[in-house]
C-alpha cells in the first residue's frame, strides 16, 4: 500500500513500502520516458515505479534500467540534484548509460563504444576521470550516509568530502570533479547504472568491496530486492584500489 502524505510544490507525496518517497513527477516522467523507448526498441524496461507497482518483466541478456527521478527527497525539498536516468546492461555490465539534470539542463552520456560527454547549454564537454596521486576527494549521499561509510572514509586520505544526492556523484568523478565514491547503504539498480556506465566510460571503475567488478541483473534475493544492489566503491582512478584501505574483506 502506498499512502499520501504531503502535498507541496512538488505535488502530491507518497511513501512505498520501503518508506522511499515518490510524486507526481516521477510517476508523469517515467510514463514519458517508457512510452519514448518502448516505441523505438524491444528490449524489456526494468523501471522503478513499474517495478514498485509490481510490473516486472523477464529480462535477458540486454534490457534498459530507468529511474525517472533519482533523488526524489532532493526534488521534494527543491534541491537541483535530482536526475533522470537511462541505461542498458548487457550481460551484467553497463553498455550505456545517460544521466539528465532537469534543473540545470545538462545531460552526461557514454558506454561501450560511445565517448563519455556532458552537454551543458552549447558546450560539447569531453569527459575523463582524473589520476589521484594524493589525498582523494569524496562523494558521499547527502541523504543516505551510513556509519559504515563514516567510518570507512575517516581511516582514508581524504582532502574534501562532498555530499550531494542521485547519480550525480558518479558523473562528477567522471567529470574528474572527485575521486571516490563509497557506497555501504541500499541502493537499487536504476539509481546507480546509468551513472557507472558514464563513469567506466570516462577511465573509471565501480566494484564490490572486496574488488569484484560490481554487475547488474536480476538477484536471487525475495521479491522486494531482486533489483537491489550490493555495496560497493566507485573510483575515477582504479590505481585508488591499490590502496591501503580501500577494499575490504568480505
Known sequence: ???IVELGASGEVEFKDDESPVT??????????????EAR??????????FSDGRVPE????FFLVDPLDGTKSYIAGKPDYTVNIAVIERGFPIF??????????????????APTLER?????ALAASPAPGPMRALVSRNHLSSTTKDYLDALDISGTIAIGSS???CLIAEGRGDLYPRFSRTMQWD???????????????????GETFVYGRTRQRLEDIYANGFFIAVGDPAILERPGILRST
Do not use: H, N, W
Not at 41 to 50: D, F, G, N, S, W
Not at 121 to 125: M, N
Open 1 to 3: 500500500m502506498e499512502a
Open 24 to 37: 507526481r513527477a516521477d510517476r508523469a516522467a517515467e510514463q514519458a520516458i517508457t512510452a519514448i523507448l
Open 41 to 50: 526498441y524491444t528490449l524489456p524496461i526494468i523501471a522503478e515505479e513499474r
Open 59 to 62: 529480462v535477458g541478456d540486454v
Open 97 to 114: 548509460g545517460c544521466v539528465g539534470v532537469p534543473e540545470t539542463g545538462e545531460v552526461y552520456y557514454g558506454g561501450l563504444g560511445l
Open 121 to 125: 547549454g552549447d558546450e560539447t564537454i
Open 168 to 170: 550525480l556523484k558518479f
Open 192 to 210: 546507480t547504472a546509468a551513472g557507472d556506465a558514464i563513469l567506466r566510460a570516462a577511465g573509471g571503475l565501480t566494484v564490490t568491496p572486496s
